[in-house]
């Protein structure tokens, strides 16, 4: 008989890093504020995005890009392939998920049904992402 505890994660030590990142955001909510204009103007540029972009995905943490890779595997894509082939169009699909603002259509969409389309009509990736879906080397599904 196998133990079969749905109370247990099977991902203990993300569970927990997630865990943390929460605390530590909840007493430490806007944690680009002990850097210097100059700094976070830096790193912005490093990452290739505004200002306003790179403070707004920092305060939602590091689960609001959670949904895109839920989307892509519902679409069978491989996102570890994708993030090798193509790391910029992995670093725009992920920064526009996170500033999304449908992540709760997004995440009932996913949960009442994986395969359908609705998500088409908001979600900012949808073009690329479909665009993807037609390159063999992106999917996970065997040719």
């Known amino acids: 008989m196998s133990d079969l505890r749905p109370d247990v994660s ?7 890093i997630r865990q943390w990142w929460r605390n530590w955001c909840g ?3 806007g944690v680009l504020e002990r850097f210097g204009d100059c700094e976070v103007e830096r ?3 490093d990452l290739c995005m505004s ?8 305060d939602r943490g590091p689960e609001s890009g959670d949904l895109l890779e839920r989307r892509m595997n519902a679409l069978d894509l491989n996102s570890g392939e994708i993030a090798a082939t193509e790391p910029g ?10 500033l999304c603002e449908s992540h709760r259509q997004c995440m009932r969409d996913l949960a009442r049904d994986p395969a359908g389309r609705a998500w088409e009509d908001y979600c900012p990736n949808a073009a690329m992402l479909k665009e993807l879906d037609t390159l063999p080397w992106a999917s996970r599904r065997e040719w």
């Open 10 to 16: 099977p991902w203990p030590v993300v569970d927990g």
């Open 27 to 29: 007493a430490n909510s």
């Open 43 to 45: 790193m912005a540029h």
């Open 51 to 58: 200002v306003t972009e790179f403070r707004s995905i920092a």
């Open 89 to 98: 169009t992995s670093r725009d699909l992920q920064r526009l998920c996170t």
